[in-house]
T-cell receptor, first 113, second 116 residues
Framework: GNSVTQMEGPVTLSEEAFLTINCTYT??????LFWYVQYPGEGLQLLLK?????DKGSNKGFEATYRKETTSFHLEKGSVQVSDSAVYFC????????????FGTGTRLTIIP | NAGVTQTPKFRVLKTGQSMTLLCAQD?????MYWYRQDPGMGLRLIHY???????AKGEVPDGYNVSRLKKQNFLLGLESAAPSQTSVYFC???????????????FGAGTRLSVL
């Protein structure tokens, strides 16, 4: 079956540090890949996505590249801000069958000034 | 534009009580979903619907029922609540898979449920 593995949290960084949150997946076929972010007290919102191999999704300074050869979709940001403190979820959706998203367990990120 | 609205935001139940969680979306989405979020487990799909009048089981459907009588609403029911159903519940909606550019799930703010 499909699965998503994220790096364990929590992650604490200083402001302006470089961020990497690892995500690897197992899926049938060629899934679409997503990063969702959940700010405190809110629902999940889409941060970025990639629908095919070598695609790079980007938004708000965050980037992730769909690597088929390593089945990975690592999230990166060059200089984090306090406002980036949130829980980040990696997810995949296969492009056939039902609409189900398979989520990783989430990584809590805290940025300290 | 309200997006996806969930009511209530918080609820405390006693074991054996029943309740209904309401999800409403104003984006004319065909697909709607109910997830539960538990520590260390990410989000798991309970039930989903691909259109008005249709429902289907997800990963963890036991103990829950759903109804989609109107396109904009998706109700999640707990007939006899158990402590194992203590969780945060999220509703989401999206366009169908065929509309790939728009096939993004939009989430509500969640309902925090405690069953004592």
């Amino acid at each position: 079956g499909n699965s998503v593995t994220q790096m364990e949290g929590p992650v604490t960084l200083s402001e302006e540090a470089f961020l990497t949150i690892n995500c690897t997946y197992t899926a049938t076929g060629y899934p679409s890949l997503f990063w969702y972010v959940q700010y405190p007290g809110e629902g999940l919102q889409l941060l970025l996505k990639a629908t095919k191999a070598d695609d790079k999704g980007s938004n708000k300074g965050f980037e992730a590249t769909y690597r088929k050869e390593t089945t990975s979709f690592h999230l990166e940001k060059g200089s984090v801000q306090v406002s980036d403190s949130a829980v980040y979820f990696c997810a995949l959706r296969t492009n056939f069958g039902n609409e189900k998203l398979t989520f990783g367990t989430g990584t809590r990120l805290t940025i300290i000034p | 534009n309200a997006g996806v609205t969930q009511t209530p935001k918080f609820r405390v139940l006693k074991t054996g009580q029943s309740m209904t969680l309401l999800c409403a979306q104003d984006m004319n989405h065909e697909y709607m979903y109910w997830y539960r979020q538990d520590p260390g487990m990410g989000l798991r799909l309970i039930h989903y619907s691909v259109g008005e009048g249709t429902t289907a089981k997800g990963e963890v459907p036991d103990g829950y029922n759903v109804s989609r009588l109107k396109k904009q609403n998706f109700l999640l029911g707990l007939e006899s609540a158990a402590p194992s159903q203590t969780s945060v519940y999220f509703c989401a909606s999206s366009y169908p898979l065929g509309n790939r550019d728009k096939n993004i799930q939009y989430f509500g703010a969640g309902t925090r449920l405690s069953v004592l």
